[in-house]
């Protein structure tokens, strides 16, 4: 698919986060929230986003996201003109990407999918769908990530707004 999105990307990390209405659209919740956040004009909600990512083969209310690496949000990132990368990294790793760039990530233990907005004083702040699921709300600390990892994170190094003043 061909890119509709032709104009520099701008970022957000501000964009509101709304509550996801069903178990399973996690990642569907954080894909959006980064579209709206990038100024992306497709799949910008829970439902748009869960039909972008391909329902039931690639994310279904058995299993939610079926790629717990995260390549299929790659994928539609990078065919709305967002270009992105994913790998399973390590909590310094994931830090210092959050200081530079907006990610997504989802947590293999944790069983759950978040935009990360950006990182600061040793904190991962975050646009969480589902706030108070296994104990984070909207902030994320070493000890939570490695707990509830591995965490596969998908990354968008494209921004020239950040990090927000």
């Not at 890119?3 to 520099?8: D, K, L």
């Not at 497709?42 to 995260?70: C, R």
């Not at 994928?75 to 994913?86: H, I, Y």
């Not at 830090?95 to 978040?114: K, S």
Request: aromatic share 12%.
């Amino acid at each position: 698919m061909t890119s509709r999105f032709t104009a520099p990307l701008t970022y957000d990390p501000l964009e509101p986060q709304s509550a996801q209405t069903a178990d399973w659209t996690c990642s569907a919740c954080s894909l959006a929230w980064l579209n709206r956040a990038l100024s992306i004009d497709m799949a910008t909600d829970e439902y748009s986003a869960v039909d972008y990512i391909g329902q039931p083969t690639h994310i279904n209310s058995d299993y939610g996201l079926m790629d717990a690496s995260g390549g299929r949000l790659v994928e539609c990132l990078g065919e709305q003109g967002a270009p992105a990368w994913n790998g399973w990294f390590t909590w310094d790793t994931a830090f210092a990407l959050a200081c530079e760039m907006p990610l997504l990530i989802g947590g293999v233990g944790w069983n759950h999918w978040v935009g990360v907005r950006y990182a600061a004083d040793y904190h991962l702040y975050l646009a969480n769908s589902a706030p108070g699921w296994q104990g984070v709300g909207q902030e994320l600390v070493q000890e939570q990530y490695d707990a509830l990892g591995p965490m596969a994170v998908v990354a968008v190094p494209l921004l020239r707004n950040f990090p927000p003043s």
